[in-house]
């Protein structure tokens, strides 16, 4: 990285972070909802996180509780890349994480809700597709153990669901709004984890990029957008990410 004026202007401005997938990789969660996540590649597993199967369907609703019961999840912790992001956080730098993971894991290891912007939602929690009601995922999970295969809404009696956007279904459209603005406000973009296939988080790269912010990609596989970025990392993110960080805490 150069380290001229610009860059030691940058180290206390807002640090805007995206994560994808690669990041919980490390804490034994799959990628399953990437271009080549378990997801993708299975269509009988698709349809368990698909809208319209998912409503239409008592049968799909049944595997699909059965199959959060049984996620990694519940048993994962975070990594050395979550810790890294909480301990820049608790140095006192603007940051500001953007998501793709539904996993909650950037919350468990320490960061505050409100500076966690989940653009697939969260599968700590339900909600009713009817009136939209949310609680905790464990109540729910709870339910389905004593028995109930599809645990309706306690308030409306609505089809219930994880609070995660599922295929077919739109993202929020003030969670996308909250999380161009920062990409937009945002000195430095570190985009890990994340094959920036999947819209949004493909055009908040190249948002970054064309506001000027220093563009940082950290992944595995080469991205579309690697040539538009200050730089690219191919290390192991539970390596360079906290690397990346002390960098800018310097
Ligand atoms: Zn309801």
């Known amino acids: 990285m150069p380290r001229g004026p610009r860059y030691r202007a940058a180290v206390l401005a807002l640090v805007a972070v995206l994560t994808g997938a690669g990041v919980s990789t490390e804490s034994g969660i799959p990628d399953y909802r990437g271009p080549a996540g378990l997801w993708r590649r299975d269509p009988e597993a698709e349809k368990l996180v698909t809208y319209s199967y998912y409503m239409a369907d008592p049968e799909i609703r049944r595997r699909s509780w059965l199959m959060r019961r049984e996620s990694p999840v519940w048993s994962a912790e975070p990594n050395a ?62 339910r389905v153990a004593a028995g109930e295969a599809d645990p309706p809404c306690l308030e409306c ?19 996308l709004a909250r999380a161009v603005a920062i990409t937009r406000a945002c000195e430095v973009f570190l985009a890990v984890g994340t094959s920036l296939q999947v819209q949004p988080a493909a055009s908040l790269a190249e948002i970054a990029a064309r506001a000027g912010a220093r563009l940082v990609i950290v992944n595995a596989e080469p991205t579309p957008y690697d040539s538009l970025a200050d730089d690219v990392v191919r290390e192991p993110i539970g390596r360079a990410l906290p690397a990346l960080l002390a960098d800018l805490r310097r």
């Open 157 to 175: 009696g609505g089809v219930l669901k994880s609070a995660t956007v599922m295929f077919g279904q739109a993202l929020d459209d003030q969670v």
């Open 81 to 142: 890349a979550h810790r890294a992001l909480v301990d820049f956080e608790r140095s006192g730098h603007p940051l500001r994480v953007i998501t793709q993971n539904v996993d909650g894991l950037h919350q468990v290891a320490g960061l505050p809700d409100r500076k966690v912007l989940e653009l697939h939602g969260t599968t700590r929690y339900v909600a009713c597709t009817a009136c939209g009601a949310r609680g905790p995922m464990a109540a729910a999970l709870e």
